[in-house]
């Protein structure tokens, strides 16, 4: 059994997968073992990310704050605290913080290849309104 401390701290999201400002805590990174990845995603006010798609799918788990989340195609969708989002594998979406509340959620998705996602083009329509 192995303990990881979580020493590695807090990274700044890279602008070209986020608008705005999002921080990224490292809970389990892919490895020989295993190639689950589980990541802490701070959103800021608005932030969101660029659209992207999991060839194994992604969990999303909110942990505190709202947001939307948006599949291509698909009307934008609001999420709250404790709610849970499953984006099918291959399935283009992106998601974020609504404007005026920080967000964060877990991610959790498989590595295939070294890789956890495909990331597009930043969401280019107006942002959605603050959840009702």
């Given at each position: 059994?192995?303990?990881?401390?979580?020493?590695?701290?807090?990274?700044?999201?890279?602008?070209?997968?986020?608008?705005?400002?999002?921080?990224?805590?490292?809970?389990?990174?892919p490895s020989q073992a295993s190639a689950v990845s589980v990541l802490r995603v701070h959103f800021t006010p608005g932030?969101?990310?660029?659209?992207?798609?999991?060839?194994?799918?992604?969990?999303?788990?909110?942990?505190?704050?709202?947001?939307?989340?948006?599949?291509?195609?698909?009307?934008?969708?609001?999420?709250?605290?404790?709610?849970?989002?499953?984006?099918?594998?291959?399935?283009?979406?992106?998601?974020?913080?609504?404007?005026?509340?920080?967000?964060?959620?877990?991610?959790?998705?498989?590595?295939?290849?070294?890789?956890?996602?495909?990331?597009?083009?930043?969401?280019?329509?107006?942002?959605?309104?603050?959840?009702?």
């Amino acid at each position: 059994m192995r303990i990881d401390s979580g020493a590695g701290g807090s990274a700044r999201g890279p602008a070209e997968w986020f608008t705005g400002e999002v921080w990224l805590d490292q809970i389990a990174a892919p490895s020989q073992a295993s190639a689950v990845s589980v990541l802490r995603v701070h959103f800021t006010p608005g932030a969101r990310t660029a659209w992207h798609a999991h060839p194994r799918g992604q969990t999303l788990h909110v942990t505190e704050g709202a947001g939307f989340v948006q599949s291509r195609g698909e009307p934008a969708r609001p999420i709250r605290t404790g709610d849970t989002v499953w984006a099918e594998p291959g399935e283009w979406h992106w998601h974020g913080a609504a404007p005026g509340t920080l967000m964060s959620h877990l991610a959790v998705q498989e590595a295939v290849a070294g890789a956890t996602a495909e990331w597009g083009e930043h969401v280019l329509s107006e942002y959605p309104p603050e959840p009702a």
